[in-house]
């Protein structure tokens, strides 16, 4: 079975300071691993994706993650947060089960961005 | 323009009503999922398709109905038998690819109140 872990549920950081957003992943293989964003009362937007390519994985907005299996984590960075930042960021695993593509979520990290 | 949209934004259901709610796509997407968000929690799965006229239960499938009549539609009733239905619903959509790769894409979600 597989799972993921977001070890903070709200982080706080000021505008113009990097952003560390953490997520550990079990899986009994080599998984693809996701970030997505979501603004309130919005649908979740696609961040990055890690495919088992490069470990560093470059998305949208400035953000990267690095895939790192001997830690069995996949953090989220950003070099200067700014205050269009401030979302909820889920970190999400990828699964074949009976031949449909299952995502395991986790259970989201608040970012908020202040002045 | 493509995407995928969920109607209605807000809805009001009454105590021992179904009610359905709307998803469509225009990506050509072969696979389609319904999730549902309470606060403080991950998105867990509903059902999904792979393919028209087949769907599949998730984690919790119990007290919903889903039809795949159309490639492009996805409904999804909300029986009196779901004994918590208040919650922020999500609709996605894949193009159903082999490999763990396949990126889902989220509409805007539909969020329904049991009165």
């Known amino acids: 079975a597989q799972s993921v872990t977001q070890l903070d549920s709200h982080v706080s950081v000021s505008e113009g300071t990097p952003v560390l957003l953490r997520c550990n992943y079990s899986?009994?293989?080599?998984?693809?691993l996701f970030w997505y964003v979501q603004h309130p009362n919005k649908g979740l937007q696609l961040l990055l994706k890690?495919?088992?390519?490069?470990?560093l994985v470059k998305g949208i907005n400035g953000f990267e993650a690095e895939f790192k299996k001997s830690e069995t984590s996949f953090h989220l960075t950003k070099p200067s947060a700014h205050m269009s930042d401030a979302a909820e960021y889920f970190c999400?695993?990828?699964?074949?089960?009976?031949?449909?593509?299952?995502?395991?979520f986790g259970t989201g990290t608040q970012l908020k961005v202040e002045l | 323009d493509g995407g995928i949209t969920q109607s209605p934004k807000y809805l009001f259901r009454k105590e021992g009503q179904n009610v359905t709610l709307s998803c469509e796509q225009n990506?050509?997407?072969?696979?389609m999922y319904w999730y549902r968000q309470d606060p403080g929690q991950g998105l867990r799965l509903i059902y999904y398709?792979?393919?028209?006229?087949?769907?599949q239960k998730g984690d919790i499938a119990e007290g919903y109905s889903v039809s795949r009549e159309k490639k492009e539609s996805f409904p999804l009733t909300v029986t009196s038998a779901q004994k918590n239905p208040t919650a922020f619903y999500l609709c996605?959509?894949?193009?159903?690819?082999?490999?763990?790769?396949?990126?889902?894409?989220f509409g805007p979600g539909t969020r329904l109140t049991v009165l």
């Open positions: 996605a959509s894949s193009s159903g690819g082999p490999g763990l790769t396949d990126t889902q894409y």
């Open positions: 899986s009994s293989y080599s998984p693809s």
């Open positions: 890690y495919t088992s390519a490069a470990t």
């Open positions: 999400v695993v990828s699964d074949r089960t009976g031949g449909g593509n299952k995502l395991t």
């Open positions: 990506l050509n997407h072969d696979a």
């Open positions: 398709s792979q393919i028209v006229n087949d769907f």
